[in-house]
């Protein structure tokens, strides 16, 4: 059993997260009621204030993201696989709900997020079907999944502290 705890943690960025970032005010700490004061905490930075958020990723991945526009393409639901006409569509609103969730998921999946956590614990079963002693031992018993015998995650989110 796997549980992931998870307490005011992005599991997918929101669109405006993704677009967030590139205005200059957004790489200042800020004062969480807007009353900077000594010793306040802080909320962290939305961006490194040149780049919004989704064309930094794209920066450090961008071969993925050339694919994802061709992969949309091919799937009909962008008109042109070019991936930089992607990145434009997005920032313009000019994209289906569909293609908004793709990018969303391709985002939180380079990111440090919830949900790239959750997909790879949830990969374990798949590691464990992959050993020759799991193996043997279900080729008796052929109705039953490996999974649901060894792989148990729950996610702990608490969105309230």
Not at 31 to 53: E, K, R
Request: with cysteine; glycine share 8%.
């Amino acid at each position: 059993t796997q549980i992931i705890p998870a307490y005011n943690e992005v599991v997918i960025p929101a669109v405006d997260f993704l677009k967030a970032g590139s205005d200059p005010e957004d790489a200042k700490n800020g004062s969480p009621d807007d009353q900077p004061g000594l010793g306040d905490l802080t909320l962290p930075p939305q961006g490194d204030g040149v780049n919004t958020n989704l064309a930094f990723m794209i920066s450090q991945f961008p071969d993925e993201w050339c694919f994802l526009a061709k992969r949309l393409h091919a799937e009909g639901l962008i008109e042109t696989g070019e991936s930089q006409g992607l990145y434009h569509s997005f920032m313009k609103d000019r994209l289906n709900q569909e293609s908004i969730n793709e990018i969303r998921l391709w985002a939180c999946l380079r990111m440090q997020s919830v949900a790239k956590t959750v997909i790879g614990a949830l990969q374990y079963g798949r590691a464990l079907a992959s050993l020759p002693k799991i193996r043997e031992h279900y080729a008796q018993y052929p109705n039953k999944r490996i999974p649901e015998d060894h792989v148990e995650v729950i996610l702990a989110h608490q969105t309230y502290g």
